[in-house]
C-alpha cells in the first residue's frame, strides 16, 4: 500500500510559483488584486511585477484628438498618461513592499491589454497571473472582463481572476 501512495506522489509533478505579475488599473479591483497578491506573494515567497497596459490604439486617437484641439500636444499626452500609470504603479509598489514582498513595475505599451499582458508574461517568465475580472471602462482604458477572458485563454500560466 505505501509503494501504491509513493508511485501516485510521483505522477505528480512539483509546482512552483516565484514570479508574479498582476496587471492593474484604477479601478475597485486594484485593493483585491493587491490584497490576494500580498498573500499569494508572502505565502509562497514569490516575487511580484506590476504592470499597467496602456492600450496603443486608444493613446493614438485619444493623444492625436487632443493634439487636433490643443495644437500638436498629442506628446505631451502620452507623457501625461504614462507618468499617471508609473504613479499607479509605485503606489501598488509601496503597498507590497509595506508588506516584505519584492516588486518591480513597468508600463506596458501594446496594441491591446490582452496582448500587453500576455507578452510580458512570457517575456519575464511568470509563474502566475493575477487579474481583476472588471476593470474600467471608456476611452484610454479597458475593459477588464474581455481582457481577463483573452488572458485566461491565451497564457503559458495560470491566471487568477479576482472578482
Do not use: W
Not at 42 to 70: E, P
Not at 73 to 92: G, H, R
Amino acid at each position: 500500500m505505501a509503494q501504491q501512495a509513493n508511485d501516485k506522489s510521483s505522477e505528480y509533478e512539483k509546482l512552483e510559483i516565484k514570479k508574479i505579475l498582476i496587471a492593474i488599473d484604477k479601478s475597485g479591483y486594484k485593493q483585491k488584486i493587491i490584497a490576494y497578491t500580498i498573500t499569494l506573494a508572502k505565502s509562497l515567497g514569490a516575487s511580484v511585477t506590476v504592470i499597467h497596459v496602456l492600450d496603443k490604439a486608444s493613446l493614438g486617437v485619444v493623444g492625436n484628438m487632443v493634439g487636433f484641439y490643443r495644437g500638436g500636444m498629442s506628446d505631451e499626452y502620452e507623457k501625461v498618461v504614462k507618468k499617471q500609470a508609473e504613479d499607479l504603479l509605485n503606489e501598488t509598489k509601496d503597498l507590497l513592499e509595506k508588506e516584505g514582498v519584492r516588486t518591480s513595475t513597468a508600463v506596458v505599451v501594446k496594441s491591446s491589454s490582452a496582448e500587453g499582458i500576455i507578452d510580458y508574461a512570457n517575456e519575464t517568465g511568470a509563474d502566475l497571473i493575477v487579474i481583476g475580472t472588471k476593470g474600467l471602462t471608456g476611452v484610454g482604458k479597458f475593459l477588464m472582463g474581455g481582457v481577463a477572458n483573452a488572458v485566461i485563454g491565451h497564457a503559458h500560466c495560470p491566471v487568477l481572476a479576482v472578482r
